[in-house]
């Protein structure tokens, strides 16, 4: 399986989302979010500084359960700040 490359607008939307949560963060350490999120140090710092631009769902529903944030104001944070002329997903039925 081959994976198309990134967009522009999806590695600054990772770089946003990064940025998003090392602001959330705030004072805490990266040790002290990383082990209540259960991912490793490496890959909250990678993520925040945008290297993974595009993390799995479950990651980042951790990382925000462990910083107190809505994933829906996470997303309406990133979406609010999305290239202009970009789509807005329509939200998904239940």
Avoid: Y
Avoid at 22 to 30: F, K, N, W
Avoid at 52 to 58: G, K, L, N, R, Y
Avoid at 64 to 87: I, N
């Amino acid at each position: 399986m081959v994976r198309e490359p990134l967009t522009a607008e999806q590695i600054e939307r990772g770089r946003l989302l990064g940025g998003l949560l090392r602001q959330a963060r705030g004072e805490r350490t990266m040790v002290d979010v990383a082990h209540r999120a259960g991912i490793s140090v490496e890959t909250l710092r990678k993520i925040e500084g945008g290297r993974i631009p595009t993390p799995a769902f479950f990651t980042v529903a951790s990382i925000a359960t462990a910083l107190g944030l809505s994933l829906d104001d996470l997303l309406h944070r990133v979406r609010a700040d999305a290239p202009a002329g970009e789509p807005v997903p329509a939200p998904l039925a239940v």
